[in-house]
């Protein structure tokens, strides 16, 4: 904004000294008025009122004219030397379009810091430029060369694995039918938790997401993989994968933690085997084996964990 140039010798001067205290108060707001419209020391006489607020506003105006403060003109008065000190009307423009620019050009540029960051983060670029498993960069390199070795094997060599998941095809051997994982111990869970900060057993999570064209952030530390992997154990990687595809086809999702609430309430996988293990009649109730019994543990935490997710949700 503009800025009224005084000097510091100004009240002392004689032509001040001697004015008296409205006349005073009008000569500074004019000069304040001039500058802040850009009138370049033009005041005119219906504009007195709003200049300031003082008795007798024509004798007060006529002191500032007799005193040689300012001259008469058209319709008004000429603040005396106004453009000696301060600037006009076209400098004041320029300086305020060059700041306005300057500015605009400050905010463009963190704009683009801030995008740049986001997307870096939603690809998986950790601070130290390693590439993630769930990178797009990682995903087509694997992609264009399952493709190549295709094109190049003969015709009864194995399709690639351009989606595992979701056209059932696979390099490898067959995969046996999914079972429960036990759930790791937070000391289990920081030994098995590999520098990128994902733990292997979420990594097969976050491939086939990666895979399906769901490119999220996973923002969990420590504990806060405890729920994941426990839904992992319990719903399984393909009805998770499957999920989170139809939500990612009708939203805008940035992290993986928007999938919570509808993962914890998937069903849970099947038990191995065509019907469950028979249990003795009047005995204490038990699970049939270890694993069992872990599967159990599994989905009692995930109830616990599916009513905090709903009571969070109420609130």
Not at 63 to 87: F, K, Q, R, S, V
Not at 95 to 116: G, L, M
Not at 141 to 164: F, I, K
């Amino acid at each position: 904004m503009p800025w009224v140039r005084l000097d510091d010798r100004f009240p002392t001067h004689r032509k001040v000294a001697l004015l008296s205290d409205r006349a005073f108060r009008l000569y500074v707001s004019g000069l304040c008025w001039s500058s802040e419209n850009l009138t370049e020391g033009r005041i005119l006489t219906r504009e007195l009122p709003f200049i300031a607020r003082v008795r007798g506003l024509k004798t007060v105006a006529k002191e500032l004219e007799d005193a040689g403060l300012w001259d008469p003109a058209d319709g008004g008065w000429t603040i005396h030397d106004y453009l000696e000190y301060n600037p006009d009307r076209a400098k004041v423009q320029a300086e305020r379009k060059s700041n306005a620019e300057r500015q605009k050009a400050w905010r463009d540029r963190k704009k683009e810091e801030r995008e740049a960051a986001r997307n870096a983060d939603r690809n998986g670029v950790t601070e130290e430029g390693s590439s993630q498993g769930n990178s797009t960069t990682a995903t087509r390199t694997r992609h264009d060369g399952d493709t190549t070795a295709l094109r190049n094997g003969s015709e009864n060599q194995p399709s690639s694995q351009v989606n595992a998941f979701r056209n059932g095809v696979s390099n490898g051997a067959p995969s046996p039918a999914p079972s429960p994982t036990p759930s790791p111990t937070e000391k289990e869970l920081a030994s098995r938790t590999p520098a990128s900060g994902i733990p292997d057993q979420a990594r097969p999570l976050v491939d086939h997401l990666t895979a399906a064209g769901v490119i999220v952030r996973w923002p969990f530390r420590g504990n806060e993989w405890f729920p994941l992997l426990a839904l992992i154990a319990d719903r399984g990687i393909p009805a998770m994968v499957d999920h989170a595809t139809k939500v990612a086809a009708r939203t805008s999702v940035e992290s993986a933690k928007y999938f919570l609430n509808g993962w914890a309430e998937l069903p849970p996988m099947p038990e191995p085997g065509n019907r469950p293990a028979l249990r003795t009649v009047g005995a204490p109730t038990a699970p049939a084996t270890p694993q069992a019994a872990r599967r159990q543990a599994s989905r009692d935490y995930l109830d616990q964990l599916t009513e905090q997710l709903r009571a969070g949700g109420q609130q």
